[in-house]
């Protein structure tokens, strides 16, 4: 059984700065793709970056250049840095991540939001 714990969002003003966390507790074997994932008011869900080990990661065009994945493999934990602030930012962000656990089993388990707000 994997957890995920979110943290690091807040109120912060246009052309601030914020890093979320998503840590990761449980019998892990290793984490392979990492994405965030955002929901703004009124909007759908839309995927903000991602990053699969080994590989180059990706982001949404309007966070290109801002947003930064990263991952710490130690603490099992990943981080999106999030610099230049906009109000469009604005919404819950989520981590989900591919995970393989100890006994070898896949599990794709999804963080329980946190919530950013970019004043202007």
């Known amino acids: 059984q994997v957890q995920l714990r979110e943290s690091g969002g807040g109120l912060v003003q246009a052309g601030g700065s914020l890093r979320l966390s998503c840590a990761a507790s449980g019998t892990i074997l290793s984490i392979n793709t990492i994405t965030w994932y955002r929901q703004g008011p009124g909007k759908q869900r839309e995927l903000v970056a991602r990053t699969i080990q080994g590989g180059y990661p990706i982001y949404l065009d309007s966070v290109q250049g801002r947003f930064t994945i990263s991952r710490d493999n130690a603490k099992n934990t990943v981080y999106l840095q999030m610099n230049s602030l906009k109000p469009e930012d604005t919404g819950h962000y989520y981590c989900?991540?591919?995970?393989?656990?100890?006994?070898?089993?896949?599990?794709?388990?999804w963080g329980q939001g946190t919530q950013v707000i970019v004043s202007s």
């Open positions: 989900n991540l591919d995970i393989i656990l100890s006994s070898g089993r896949y599990t794709t388990p």
